[in-house]
Each structure stands twice: as C-alpha cells, then as structure tokens.
C-alpha cells in the first residue's frame, strides 16, 4: 500500500512538473508581452524594457523554464504585482473559501446523488426511473453559472430568503452557512445528476452479480443488500468521479465566487485579470492544478481502502 | 431499361433508410423529440436571425432603456435600450459558431494527437499521454482565464479555451482505439502490401475509429456553448457590443434587482440550447452506439 | 424405498401413504413461464418429484433443461418476468410455498432451504470478509457478535479450513476456488437447514478438488441429516453422491428413479443417449466424442406430445400424441410410449 502510494504521488507529481511545462509554453507562445500586459497601455518601452529584465524575461528560454519550475518547486510562485506579498500566501489566504464550498456542494451532491441512482436502479424502468433519469441529464446540461444566477434572481432577490451576496458574518457560523447555500446549491446540483446516473448504472451491475444472489438466498432482508452488499460495490466509480468532478467544481466555484461576491480563489483570479496582477493568475492556476492532482491520487487510495481486491494489486 | 427503372428505387430506398430509420427511432423518444424541436429552434433563430429580429440588435436606443417584456419588446430592453429579443437571436448566432466552429478544431486536432500517439513510437505515445493528463489537470476555468489574461479577452481567446479543454479527451480514445486497431487483420494485411503510414491511418483505421468519436463531440456541444457564455458573462469573451447570450447575462447581472427580465433573457436561451443538444445527444448515443453509455 | 412419484395422472396412486414421513421437498406438477419479447416461453412444464428427508436427489440434463428456474423457482427468486403458472413446492410439512409472500419466502431461505451455488468465484461479495458475510448470515438468531463469529469458526473447521480464526479476517480473493466452495458450503450448512440446493457445485473445480469437495459434502449432509437437491450435468458425480435422480429435458422430467435403477436399465431414450455419450462410460477408445444429434426445441412453441421426439432415434407418429409416464418398476417412471421398447 506504501509503495503504491509513493509510486502514485510520483506519477502525480510528473503530471504537475509537466502541467507546468504547459503553463510556461503558454506563457511564452501566446502572443502579448507578460511585462507589457502587467504595466498596462500607458506604460513606456523603458519602463517595459525594464520590468521585462527584472522578470528574466531576456534570459534564454530553458534559463527562464528552469528559475519557473524550480521556484515553483520551493514554494515561491513570485511576488503580488500591487502590494508585493508573496503569491502563495495570497493565493493559501483565499482558498479556504473556496474548498468549503467545494466541500459543502459535494456533501450534498453526494447525499442526494447516491440514494436517487439506488432508487432508480431499485425501480428500473419505472416512473419514477424515467423521471429521475431525465432530471439528471437536465441537471448536467446546464451550467452552474446559469443556475447560480437565476437561483440568485429567485431565492434571493424575489422571495428574499437567503442572502445574496457575501460569505457570511465572519464568526458568525450561522450566517455563514446561509450564505453557503445558494453558492453550493449552483455548484452542486450538477452534480447530483452525474452521481445519480453513475450509481444507477454500477447499481444495475452489480445486482446482476452472483454474490448478491447468494445473499438473497440466505434470505438477507433486500434493504440490507442493496445498502450493505451492492451500494458498497457501486459506489467504487463514484469515488473516482468525484476525484474528477473536484477539478470542474473549482472551475464552477469561480462563477459562484463571481456571482455572489464571494471570497475565493475565483474572485482572487477575476480581480487579478482586471488589474493585470498576472503572477497572481499562474500561481493560483498551479495551485489549484496541484491540488486537483492531489484529491485525484487520493480519490484513487481511498478505492484501495475500499476494495480488498484493489488493494491486493497494489502489492 | 426496364431493369434500371427496377435497382434504381430499391438503390434509393436502400440509401435513405438508415437515415429515416435513425429519426423515426429519435422521434420515438420523448427526450429526443424534444432535444431535436429544441435543436431546430435554435437553429433556426441562428440561421433566420436577419428576418426574424425586428430591430438592430447593436442599435442603442436611450429612451427605450429598461423597459419590461411588451408587445413591442417581447423580451424586453436592456440598459441601452437594445431590443433584447433581437439580441438573443443573434446571440445564437455566435454561439453556434463558436461551438461548432471550435468543436470541429478540437476534433481535428485530437484526431491528429491521437492517432500520432497511438500509431507513432513508444515514446511519443508515453511524452503524449503524460501531456493529455497535464492538460486535463487544469480547471478549465482556470486556464480560460490565464488564456484570457495573456491573449486578451476575444473570441479567439475562447476558442483557444475550448480546444485546449477537449483536445486531450480526444486524443485519448483516439489513441485507444489506434491502438486496438493497429494490429487488425486488415490493417496488418495493408502494411505487409506496402502502404505508407498516412495511407494506412486515413484509409485503414480512421473510417473504422471516427464514428464514436463524432457522437461524443457532438455530446460536447453544448459544454462549449457554457464555456463560450460563460466566459462572455464574466467579460473575458466575446467582445460587446456583439450580441452573445452571456453579454446579456452580464449587462442584466448588473441590474438584476430591479430589471430581472434581462438576465432572464440571458439565461433562458443557454438553458433550452443546452438542454436540447444534450437530450439530442443521449439520444443520438443510445439509437447509434449503446456502447458508449454510461461514459 | 422410494417415494419418488410420477407426474399427475395415472401415477397420483402411487402418492405416499399416511405411514410415510412428508418429504423433505415435494414438487406437484409446477409449471413456470417467462415473457419474452418473442412471446411466452415455458421454462417448466409438469415438474413433478419429491425429495425425501435425509436423502440425496440429482438432477441432470444439459445447460438449458430448466434446471436453473427450477432451483430458482424453489427459492422464490424467480426473475420479474417469470412466473408460477401451475402446481405447488411444498417444504416438509408446509403449504405450498408459492402462494406465499416474498416477506413469507425470504423467512424460509437461509433458514430451511440453504443453497451453493456453482461459481465459487462469484458467490462471495468481494468488499466484505469472509467473517462479516458469514456473521450477517446469522443477523435471525440473538446471539452476540464474538459468539457469531465462534460459530463460522466452529463451521469453517467443520469444512476442513485450516487457520479458521484468522481467515475469518480475510477477504473472498485471498481464497482459493475449492477453499471458496468450501466457505459457500459452510455457510450453507451453517444454520442446519431441511434442505440443501447444491447448484452444480463442483462444475468450476479440478478433479481432485472435486472429489474432496463431494465427499465432504456427503459427510456434512450425514451428520446435519438435511435432504439434498443435487444439480449437475456431470453423470459419474451424480452416481457417486446421490441417492435418487431426476433427468430432466427441455423443462420437463423424462424420467426418475433410484440412482441404481436409472443406471442399470435407462428407460427413456434421452437417458439412455446421456450415458451413451458420458466419456466415463465409454468402453473403448472412440475419435470424436458422441453427442446427441439436434438442438433443443424452442421453448416458446413447445411440440405437441413427446419434447424429445425431433432428437429422437425412436421416434414414430405416436409420439406427437400426448404422452404418458409408464412405471417401468416401483418407482422407477420413464415419460415416453417406447419404454419397454428402449430397455427391451
């Protein structure tokens, strides 16, 4: 299990090294001049000329990759253009705000998720099957951010029961989970179609199984096996799902940062745009990058607590 | 003669069948009944868009501004006055040709990837695939607004976007596929006669390989058109004063206390266009390749 | 001897007497439909036999002959589109037991009828040790989890699982196939039901394995005293274990009677060609294998009359008239109009 786990946070730390090999090409590719863009229209071919040898912008190539990677590897991820703090702790200060909501939509997106895919197994072919398999598509084809800002439009502006903007009183746990619903709500409810789907479709599989026979013809109570002896199995590709799906709710938490003025990573990025802040946008693209890298090595060592037989193979 | 008259019909029929057959089968479905009445409205309203719009969807009309869905406006006016239903059918213009156009592009380019990295040697396929999973590591939200930040927000920008997002999704089935075919009988049999490596892929696996790849991307569709709306709405898209449906959602966004109908307008256009790709696409998958469920 | 019976009919008075015990299972003319797109298909049609207590019964026939709906009938697991048409299952002393209700019928598996089933590999859930699957088993009785455990130790022992204790910790794949079909008879056996169903148990093991595993399920079945249904498609395993047998063809039973009778003298000419074709029994060294000629009739249209008669080297227009079962000796009963003719 040791091994398996190093050899996997290896493999994972190749994808980031080469992730960053990406982000730099882009860098470097795209037309538009990092030093230009960060000083703006008004700025002069001194001045850029300037900030562009302050930024090693006139070293070589592969001089300019390695400083990038390995002070990324450190740590440092460079200086905030406007206030001159270190990138990674701003970059740390701001994602707390994002993984809470993360969080709280994948707690709930899980909670609806699983038991709406065991029903529609359980009644397969039925009403409320067709119903349900309908809702999850709906659900997966419209984007959060549409979802978040009509949810917005009704919750909030119309009937006026939840909080539109903000994260909530600090200290004030109460006010701050109000303030998480709509937010996770938008994030989330995509999600409870793909779980729901997922866990139908690995449900259906394995009651067709022998061992689920063999339990009925100990006369197991049917309850007992669909949560105890099926569920345990079918749930296996939702773990993996997920480790995917954390990657797209970092991405659908920027819009619901956007869209209720929420503290966050996505805020962070969206202001740094407008004020060209542009160390600031790839040390927080890495940053998530990395910890999407991370949640997927994990999504994958917690199968192997799960399943005896994945954990076999890691030896 | 009178044998001709009597293959060509049967010809005909034979030819238009699959077709017929495949509707008849959509039609049957209420989600794919649905999805392609959706599918044809939009596109209709992209493609009629000059004759159905009663006014300019760009023309700014100060004493009309913010005024609610009437006869006149049926879905109303935004702050300057611009009539937003016009608005909307435009914006399904761009829309469309953003995601098509750029769906094609990804699809070229991970057709290319792909079968470079399945068919090429050992190391390419390895420095590939550790590139495919690279890029998909990126929230693509994330690495829209790096693009965005770089290049400048544009409709290029958001194509960059979309191909940098779904290029490596199909690159990999390619790849798998390449693969599995590489040492097929007929494939093996190609090579022993002589035939180069661009014969053999165009002529000896591609044909075999594009179907499936075709569906997905097709399922795809309206991903991008949430991407090409949502970067617009958060301004890092296409440019105002081009109608785009996630330009109305920003322009409403910013008065949505007191003029909802706006985001309303916005909104309600990428929710039938996605839902109808979507039911169009589930469809499409389970009349053609019921393989592919439940990826 | 035995209180096997014909189908309904002529044979109904040859029906136990009040002297003798009820038997372990009766079957009473059970037949069992499935709807298909293609139209209805009968599965079973006039099953009818009995086992009794404290005996072995085998069932043969080839893949297809209804052995699983039967067993699946029995255990009231029938798929959603299957159905009892006809006839009753009565257990010992019970009514019939498809007029009950799924609640009524799931009390009675695991309880009075226990079943191993013929993939070792597949019959234990794979994310669950062997000591949680065999502890849930016991979730009717009130006896605390560390004197559950103690009892699938006791069992584990019984079926020869050497280091029970720690094994109980272990998970399905950390087990060999014949130490799993040990387990799955364990369990089985565990709660000391009337009756035990024996799915082709030893199908997926090799020979030697085969052996142990049908003599420690003779030995288990002695000391528990609980009646067996045997199913296999493998004559010399039938011959070995059982006591009685049952042949089946195509849904219905074609002849039964005691191992000894059916083997000495086969009285219906599917029986017959059935040995004819077991390699165990060829006397000579023959190039190909013989099989029997023919497929098995479609089970949406079934033939008038014999079900046999399109593979049948006997066959004459009689035939397509409704049959009748013929005692060739006390309780030996072949369902064909030629018996005499065939052992003649």
Known sequence: MFAYAMRRLGLGATIILVAMMILFSMIYLIPGDPASVALGPRATPEMIAELRSRMGLDDPVLVQ????????????????????????????????????????SITWAVLLGIPLGCIAAVKRGGFVDRVIGVLSVAVIAVPSFVVAIYALLLFAVHLKWLPAIGAGESGNLKSQLMALILPSLAVGLGWIGYIARLVRASMLETLEAGHIRTARAFGLPERWIIYNYALRIAILPTVTLLGVGIGHMLSSSVFAEIVFARPGIGKLVYEAISTRNYPLVTGAVLVTTAFFVLVNVLADLVIGLLDPRVRASFN | ????????????????????????????????????????????????????????????????????????????????????LSRVLYGARIALLVALGSTALSLMLGIVLGLMAGYGPRWLDAFLLLVFDAMKSFPTIMLALTIVTLAGPSMVSVVM??????????????????????????????????????????????????????????????????????????????????????????????????????VIAGGLPIILTTLGFTFLGETLRDVFDPRLKGR | MSSIRGSRGAEMTMTTDQNTPAPALDIDALSVSFATDGGTLHALKDVSFSVPKGRITGIVGESGCGKSTLINAILGLLADNGEVTGGAIRLGESADITKLTPRQMRDLRGLQISTVFQDPMGALNPVLSVGKQMRDIQYRSNLSKREKDARSVEMLRQVRIPDPEKRLTQYPHEFSGGMKQRVAIAMALMMRPQLLIADEPTTALDATLEVATIELLKELQQEIGCAVLFISHHLGVIAELCDDMIVMYAGEVVEQGSVRQIFRNPSHPYTRALLDCDPARLHERVKHLPTIPGTLPDLRNRPKGCVFQARCALAKPECGQPVTSVEVTPGHIARCIRTNEVTA
């Open chain 1, 65 to 104: 990759f390695w400083n990038f990677v390995s002070s990324a590897v450190q740590g440092n991820l460079g200086v905030e253009a406007l206030s001159g703090r270190p990138v990674l702790t701003v970059v740390m200060e701001q994602l707390p705000f994002t993984l809470a909501m993360v969080l709280c």
């Open chain 2, 161 to 262: 976007v979309v191909v940098m997002v779904s290029v490596p999704g199909y690159a990999r089935i390619i790849r798998t596929q390449t693969i599995a075919m590489k040492t097929a009988e007929h494939v093996t049999a190609a090579r022993s006669m002589g035939a180069g490596t661009i014969r053999i892929l165009r002529v000896h696996i591609l044909p075999n390989i594009i179907g499936p790849i075709v569906i997905l991307a097709s399922m795809d569709v309206p991903v991008v058109i949430g991407i090409e709306a949502g970067l617009s709405f958060l301004g890092l898209g296409v440019r105002p004063p081009t109608p785009s449906w996630g330009t109305i959602l920003n322009d409403g966004f910013a008065n949505i206390r007191d003029s909802s109908w706006i």
């Open chain 2, 1 to 84: 003669m009178s044998e001709q008259a009597s293959i060509k019909p049967a010809a005909l029929r034979a030819r238009s069948f699959p077709g017929l057959a495949a509707l008849r089968k959509i039609l049957r479905e209420p989600m794919g009944f649905f999805g392609l009445a959706l599918v044809v409205l939009i596109l209709a309203s992209a493609i009629f868009a000059d004759l159905l719009a009663m006014y300019d969807p760009t023309k700014i009309a100060p004493q009309n501004r913010f005024q609610g869905p009437s006869l006149t406006h049926l879905l109303g006016t935004d702050h300057l006055g611009r009539d937003l």
